[in-house]
């Protein structure tokens, strides 16, 4: 690559992409091409711009950050993406590789670890955490096969946002609010929630839900 590295930041916090812009021109051949708040910005900027790196948080107000990564890689394929999210890794790792980013960075990491990231993305390769790579090692050597489990694989990214909050013991009110959703919304995807695990009632599910969080956790 004879020009520099060309990131865009999108993440609708202010204040952590300013950090996060500090630690990538750090670096002597990163630069930041664009920031943009919501997936439409994003998207309309990069109608202009020149970018090679894409870093992406998964919560975007209202948006869903992984719905954008789809998008690149089907429209955008010679942008790389990188999700840097505070959702827990073993939870949205794996959907965050099946939408098409190249690799998964917890927001409570340190600066090294993004670096390391970017680093080996433009390598070609895919980047996890040390033991992200070893949890996923070892579901392929094992492989599970606990009905729950694999139902679980049938949730959208916000049924597992919900699920896992569930499972934290927020109640649907606190969940809502948390997630700058309506109480009725949220009793939608817990309905469907329980529909697709087919689980008979709410007291069944929260209990699934923290077993299952429980179970992410070791």
């Not at 070609?124 to 094992?142: A, H, P």
């Not at 948390?178 to 929260?206: C, E, F, H, M």
Request: hydrophobic fraction near 45%; include cysteine.
């Amino acid at each position: 690559m004879n020009h520099p590295v060309r990131f865009l930041l999108v993440d609708d916090h202010p204040l952590f992409r300013q950090g996060l812009a500090s630690v990538i021109e750090n670096v002597h051949r990163y630069t930041v091409t664009a920031e943009a708040t919501t997936i439409s910005q994003a998207l309309s900027l990069l109608e202009s711009i020149e970018v090679d790196v894409a870093l992406v948080d998964i919560s975007l107000q209202q948006e869903n950050g992984l719905e954008l990564v789809k998008t690149l890689k089907a429209t955008r394929p010679e942008i790389s993406c990188i999700v840097v999210s505070m959702y827990d890794e073993i939870i949205y790792a794996s959907s965050a590789l099946k939408a098409g980013a190249k690799g998964y960075v917890m927001k409570q990491e340190a600066a090294s670890s993004l670096l390391d990231a970017i680093e080996m993305v433009l390598k070609g390769k895919i980047y996890l955490s040390k033991d992200m790579r070893e949890r996923m090692l070892d579901t392929m050597l094992l492989q599970d096969s606990k009905k729950e489990i694999d139902l679980v694989k049938l949730l959208s990214i916000r049924e597992m946002e919900v699920l896992q909050l569930l499972g934290q013991g927020f109640g649907v009110s606190e969940i809502a609010h948390n997630l700058n959703l309506s109480v009725k919304t949220i009793n939608v995807y817990r309905d469907n929630i329980r529909r697709k695990l087919s689980i008979d009632d709410a007291g069944s599910l929260r209990r699934f839900a923290i077993q299952w969080v429980t179970s992410n956790e070791r």
